[in-house]
């Protein structure tokens, strides 16, 4: 397969490599992701993370299996492990349907490094779409808000809401990004604040818990964040804390914004109450892990609840930023989400 590199994957001399982004912003260090085992445990680690990207890093794998000599049989299994690595985010099942259909064909390994390199092209292509269309609602001046990670470490190119935020800021329309920490493994505070930093963008990084107080004191301007799955009523599951940024949007009469690509809608998925959401260890809300070291200060042995995504329902969105272009919550009433999408900026 060609040598290329996104913000966060690499392949060299037919192999994957993965930026660690645990490891962010204090170290950059870059993982083989050799074989399907060690991928997973990359992915369940959070390393490879982001909607997008996950499913790229499952595809890319794979073709380069298949490139190295794996039978079809054991890429077929491959495909079954990698598919349930991480269940909310349904960009992974949909690219790994593609490289199935790519798997099932007689010349498969032509096939499945094709798509794989592919999705990866179409993916750079729907994160500048989304950015086009995302950047015509941001006002000169904007003091935005934005959730988790969702920039070019979590996809190929620029990113879905953080690509919009990127290009808003080139057209001169950003006065400043605050940035939600995002508890528990911190990847506003991590990742948005370094890609955001590397830009040239201006940001303040606050807790979570800060956000109401910042919109009670008119500071927000509209909220912008990505989306793991978007269900055919237009619930969105997204990182914990989503659903509580838009039940306070909606009362403080903010605009609320997600921005994804189309191949994060699951027409087959009625509501949000369908869309499986991850539960994660009890670790992750006890104490903090990083490239730092590890602390915890939870009493041994508490009772931790701790799922990975909420769901945001459909009514207190204002506007769902796809790369087809601007859905607005009339036109997901009249079940625009029921129907598979299609991309213009698909390639
Ligand atoms: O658990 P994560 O860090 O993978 O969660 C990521 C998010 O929730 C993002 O908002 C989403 O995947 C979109 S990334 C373009």
């Known amino acids: 397969m060609l040598t290329f590199s996104t913000t966060s994957l690499r392949v060299r001399e037919n192999q994957l490599w993965i930026l660690d982004q645990q490891a962010l912003p204090q170290q950059q260090r870059w993982h083989p992701a050799q074989t399907v085992a060690q991928l997973v445990d990359h992915i369940r680690a959070l390393r490879v993370r982001g909607a997008p990207l996950i499913g790229l890093s499952a595809s890319l794998l794979l073709a380069l299996l298949a490139e190295n000599g794996q039978p079809r049989a054991?890429?077929?299994?491959?495909?079954?492990v990698l598919r349930a690595a991480r269940p909310t985010a349904v960009n992974l099942m949909n690219n790994l349907s593609r490289m199935a259909q790519a798997l099932a064909q007689s010349d498969f390994v032509t096939a499945m490094g094709q798509e794989a390199l592919r999705l990866v092209e179409e993916d750079r292509a729907?994160?500048?779409?989304i950015a086009r269309h995302g950047a015509a609602l941001v006002k000169p001046g904007s003091r935005l808000l934005t959730h988790c990670n969702t920039g070019g470490l979590a996809t190929?190119?620029?990113g879905t809401a953080l690509g919009v935020i990127a290009l808003a800021h080139r057209q001169g329309n950003i006065a400043q990004v605050w940035v939600d920490e995002t508890r528990p493994l911190l990847q506003g505070g991590r990742l948005t604040a370094w890609e955001l930093g590397e830009l040239g963008v201006p940001y303040r990084l606050i807790c979570d818990a800060m956000a109401a107080d910042l919109m009670a004191r008119g500071q927000v301007d509209a909220v912008w964040v990505g989306a793991d799955r978007i269900a055919a009523n237009g619930d969105v599951a997204n990182k914990i804390g989503t659903y509580s940024l838009a039940v306070l949007a909606r009362w403080h009469r903010v605009p609320?914004?997600?921005?994804a690509p189309h191949t994060t809608c699951d027409a087959s998925c009625p509501s949000g109450d369908a869309i499986p959401i991850e539960q994660r260890d009890a670790a992750e809300v006890t104490g903090v892990t990083g490239s730092f070291?590890?602390?915890?200060?939870?009493p041994d042995g508490a009772d931790v609840y701790n799922p990975a995504f909420d769901?945001?329902?459909?009514?207190?969105?204002?506007?769902?930023?796809?790369?087809?272009?601007i859905v607005t919550p009339q036109q997901v009433g009249e079940g625009l989400f029921s129907r598979p999408l299609r991309s213009e900026g698909a390639v």
């Open 311 to 325: 769901v945001t329902p459909a009514a207190l969105i204002d506007g769902w930023v796809l790369d087809t272009g």
């Open 256 to 259: 609320f914004y997600v921005a």
């Open 156 to 158: 190929a190119g620029t």
């Open 293 to 298: 070291g590890q602390c915890r200060w939870a």
């Open 74 to 80: 054991q890429l077929e299994r491959d495909l079954a």
């Open 126 to 129: 729907l994160c500048d779409a």
